[in-house]
C-alpha cells in the first residue's frame, strides 16, 4: 500500500522556468509533510516542511502547498537552475501516532536545462 | 560538525554472509533513525532510536536484522545470512527529538551477489 505517490518519474524544465512537482497521499493521519532533494551518490537533504495547519509554507526559491481536502502536496522551484537538476522526494509523517517516521515518495527525477 | 558519518560506504558480500554497518550521527542529535531505499523507490523506514532506545521497529525488519545504539551515540545494523533481496542503499540519518527534516548520511550500498 503506497500511502504516499508522486506519480512523474521524471520532470524536465528550462532554467528560469517554474517547476513544479505533484505529490499525493492516503492516509488522512498525515499531518506534517516534507520535501527532500537527492543528488547521486548522496544521501537525501532536508528542503522545506510544512504543518497541516498551513497550506503554503515559503523559503527562497522553494515553495509548498498543501490541498489537505484532495491530500495533494506540491512543490514550486522558481526560478529553476541547472543546480536544482535531482530527484525530489515527498515525504509524510503521522507525528500523533508514529513519532517522528517518514513515509516517501517513489521520488521525482527533474532536470533543468540550461 | 562533519554531519552524519556511514561506513562503509560500499560493501559487496556473498549470499549468507554476516554484515554489519555503521552509522555515526550528529552529535547533539538524540534521535538516530535506519532507512533502507531500493532502486526506483524512495526510503523506507526501518527502525529508530531515541537516545539508546530503539523505539519502533518496521515489519521490513526480520528477525535476520538487528540494531543497536548501546551508549546513545553511534548505531550499528547487522544482517545476518544475505541474501540478494537485502541488495540495497542502508541509509541512517539523525535528529533532535520530534519533526523538523533529518539529516541523512551518504548511505552504505550493499550488494549480495
Known amino acids: 500500500d503506497q500511502q504516499v505517490k508522486q506519480n512523474s518519474p521524471s520532470l524536465s524544465v528550462q532554467e528560469g522556468r517554474i517547476s513544479i512537482l505533484n505529490c499525493d497521499y492516503t492516509?488522512?493521519?498525515?499531518?506534517?509533510f516534507l520535501w527532500y532533494k537527492k543528488y547521486p551518490a548522496e544521501g537525501p537533504t532536508f528542503l522545506i516542511s510544512?504543518?497541516?495547519?498551513?497550506d503554503k509554507n515559503e523559503d527562497g526559491r522553494f515553495t509548498v502547498f498543501l490541498n489537505k481536502s484532495a491530500k495533494h502536496l506540491s512543490l514550486h522551484i522558481v526560478p529553476s537552475q541547472p543546480g536544482d537538476s535531482a530527484v525530489y522526494f515527498c515525504?509524510?509523517?503521522?507525528?500523533?501516532?508514529?513519532?517522528?517516521?517518514?513515509?516517501f515518495g517513489e521520488g521525482t527525477q527533474l532536470t533543468v536545462n540550461p | 560538525d562533519t554531519g552524519v558519518s556511514q561506513d562503509p560506504r560500499h560493501k559487496i558480500t556473498k549470499r549468507g554472509q554476516n554484515v554489519t554497518f555503521r552509522c555515526d550521527p550528529i552529535?547533539?542529535?538524540?534521535?538516530l533513525y535506519w532507512y533502507r531505499q531500493t532502486l526506483g523507490q524512495g526510503p523506507e523506514f526501518l527502525t529508530y532510536?531515541?537516545?539508546?532506545?530503539?523505539?519502533?521497529k518496521s515489519r521490513l525488519l526480520s528477525d535476520r536484522f538487528s540494531a543497536e545504539r548501546p551508549k546513545g551515540s553511534f548505531s550499528t545494523l547487522e544482517i545476518q545470512r544475505t541474501e540478494q533481496g537485502d541488495s540495497a542503499m542502508y541509509l541512517c540519518?539523525?535528529?533532535?527529538?520530534?519533526?523538523?527534516?533529518?539529516?541523512f548520511g551518504s548511505g552504505t550500498r550493499l550488494t549480495v551477489v
Open positions: 540519518a539523525s535528529s533532535l527529538a520530534g519533526i523538523g527534516g533529518y539529516t
Open positions: 510544512i504543518s497541516s495547519i498551513k
Open positions: 532510536f531515541q537516545n539508546e532506545a530503539q523505539l519502533e
Open positions: 515525504a509524510a509523517s503521522a507525528k500523533e501516532t508514529s513519532g517522528s517516521r517518514l513515509t
Open positions: 492516509n488522512s493521519m498525515f499531518d506534517y
Open positions: 552529535s547533539e542529535h538524540n534521535r
